[in-house]
């Protein structure tokens, strides 16, 4: 993940605008199959980082107007920004590991879903070398364990499966409260409509 914790605005910059040129074209990109699971670990990190920085940069961009990176001087403003994405990344990595795993057991017959926690943690031990807090890491692996206790393999990946990265975004994007109120609906349903696509991606990389 290009994620940084630094509040360098040089960098920031940089990896913002990296997102929005890599969304760009994305579509023309070639796609890699997924055959195991380092390629189906190497999916869920990249596109939840993907959905993560894409919808929080958007709705930033859509309340604050034209002249948004002008508030990257603003140091307190840009620690705001990183603590937000490392955030709503960690749910966001949770929700497609949940989702993908309950679409391959119901669909592929995959056997395996005690990978689960063996997936999650070893992207966000990789993501230690870029910054991303301890604590964040900590209350991410503690939460997932919470939602893996309770998880139903067979229901999940029809069920809101990413509602709760949705929630995430909305909690955690740095706009004054009584703006996200108003925001909520739109919110939500822009986190959705990222992962839908994802959804289709993800359907068309795992067939043989």
Known sequence: MVLKYKFRLKDVKLEDFKVYLLALFKSILPKKKIKNIEDLKSFIQKKSAWVSQVTLYNYLKTRMGTKWVLHFDDEKFLASINKAKWNIYC??????????????KVFYNFKETEKA????????????????????????????????????????????????????LYEWAPIADELKKLDRKIVLNSMILKWDNIKDEFTKLIKI
Do not use: V
């Not at 966001?92 to 795993?101: E, I, K, N, R, V």
């Open 91 to 104: 749910i966001a990595l949770q929700d497609l590991t949940f989702y993908s795993l309950s679409f391959l």
């Open 117 to 168: 926690a063996e997936i999650y943690e070893e992207i966000l031990n990789n993501e230690i070398q870029n910054g991303m807090p301890d604590d964040i890491i900590a209350k991410g692996k503690e939460k997932f364990n919470e939602r893996l206790q309770n998880i139903d393999w067979e229901k999940y990946y029809n069920s809101w499966p990413f509602n709760e990265s949705a929630l995430a």
